[in-house]
């Protein structure tokens, strides 16, 4: 079974940054993509990255615009998002997703996030001075 937690979220002001964390176990094998989407207080759901772990490609939100970057630390096992240059509509539950043998899925993955197979419980990101 595939566990996923994140870690990381706070309250930062606009401008600044930070780095969420996501705690991944439980693949059967290397064949997943991984990545984070964020839910806003009105529910909708935004996908922000993600990554194919059998290519290791990584997809973005046209929406970053160079402001996230999404990495993996294979030492610590964690899948990182950081932040930078934060935003008030930054705010949102950051959630870690995963699916196994996403094939050719992954593109809408990122763009589709009810369609991950995993999910964590979320980290809240609140971007307010």
């Known amino acids: 079974q595939v566990q996923l937690m994140e870690s990381g979220g706070g309250l930062v002001q606009p401008g600044g940054s930070l780095r969420l964390s996501c705690a991944a176990s439980?693949?059967?094998?290397?064949?997943?993509?991984i990545g984070w989407f964020r839910q806003f207080p009105g529910k909708e759901r935004e996908g922000v990255a993600c990554i194919n772990k059998n290519d290791g490609r990584k997809y973005y939100g046209d929406w970053v615009k160079g402001r996230f970057t999404i990495s993996r630390d294979n030492a610590k096992k964690t899948l990182d998002l950081q932040m930078n240059n934060l935003k008030p509509e930054d705010t949102a539950i950051y959630y870690c997703?995963?699916?196994?043998?996403?094939?050719?899925?992954?593109?809408?993955?990122?763009?589709?996030?009810?369609?991950?197979?995993?999910r964590g419980q979320g980290t809240q990101v609140t971007v307010s001075t």
């Open positions: 997703a995963a699916t196994e043998s996403p094939g050719d899925n992954v593109y809408a993955l990122l763009h589709i996030p009810m369609l991950w197979d995993y």
């Open positions: 439980g693949f059967t094998s290397d064949d997943y993509a």
